[in-house]
């Protein structure tokens, strides 16, 4: 049956990269991200594959790290418009020849909700699967008519110390770190990596529940850190 379903996904996705995709921006590290809708869920999110396209990805499997080299990484998401938030049920990985490396399935129980942060992958993301949502809703309209979307060119910011407007418990720093953590989607190690973390960002910790892994805020980011990595200011 898992040689089955990675066949099927080979075979849709060899076609799709060629149509139906639309270019929704590209992060400060070059990296660019390409959205494809794919209907609605039960539950009435949207439901969304994303591609993100870059020279180095990172991806963990059986408990080893890999590289890809100028591979790309298709991931399906759920966005929940009114909300204003998405989730991460799906990871599938290509290096440079179009070839299939790995696939990842999130279990249920771990495909947690993620606040979509302004000016992030998450917002480009969330904009372009429920502009159609946003014309509809009685409530009025999901998004701002910010600048930073209106060419959908760009998200992100060079800066190491984006101030973070919402709720969080604590700020802190990286613990003399000798090179720069990766900031994951979810709680786990086998999960997409987000983005490197810059030795001197300032990090807005946001829940510190985790046993291991925190939420956390830094440079415009949400995501999940080991609080190994943190100074210890809790």
């Known amino acids: 049956m898992k040689q089955i379903f990675t066949a099927l996904l080979c075979f849709c996705?060899?076609?799709v990269f060629a149509q139906n995709w639309s270019y929704i921006g590209?992060?400060?590290?070059?990296?660019k991200y390409y959205i494809r809708v794919n209907g609605t869920t039960e539950y009435g999110y949207q439901k969304a594959w994303t591609k993100t396209i870059k020279s180095v990805l990172t991806y963990y499997k059986a408990g080893r790290n890999y590289t890809l080299t100028n591979g790309h990484c298709i991931d399906l998401n759920e966005c929940d418009c009114k909300n204003r938030r998405y989730r991460v049920s799906s990871y599938v990985y290509y290096n440079s020849k179009g070839i299939l490396v790995h696939t990842y399935n999130v279990?249920?129980?771990?495909?947690?909700?993620?606040?979509?942060?302004?000016?992030?992958?998450g917002e480009a993301i969330l904009e372009a699967a429920c502009e159609n949502v946003?014309?509809?809703n009685s409530s009025g309209p999901l998004f701002?008519?910010?600048?930073?979307y209106s060419s959908?060119?760009?998200?992100?910011?060079?800066?190491?110390?984006?101030?973070y407007s919402g709720q969080y418990l604590f700020k802190t720093k990286l613990d003399r770190p000798v090179e720069e953590p990766a900031l994951f989607s979810a709680p786990s190690l086998n999960s997409r990596e987000v983005c490197k973390i810059p030795k001197q960002a300032t990090i807005y910790v946001i829940d510190n529940t985790g046993d291991l892994f925190w939420k956390i805020y830094v440079n415009g980011y949400t995501g999940y850190l080991s609080k190994n990595w943190l100074q210890r200011q809790w």
């Open 26 to 31: 590209s992060d400060v590290s070059g990296g």
């Open 107 to 121: 279990p249920s129980y771990a495909q947690e909700w993620s606040d979509v942060v302004p000016d992030s992958v």
């Open 13 to 15: 996705f060899s076609g």
């Open 152 to 163: 959908r060119s760009s998200f992100g910011n060079s800066s190491d110390d984006l101030s």
């Open 134 to 136: 946003a014309e509809s």
């Open 144 to 148: 701002s008519s910010s600048p930073a």
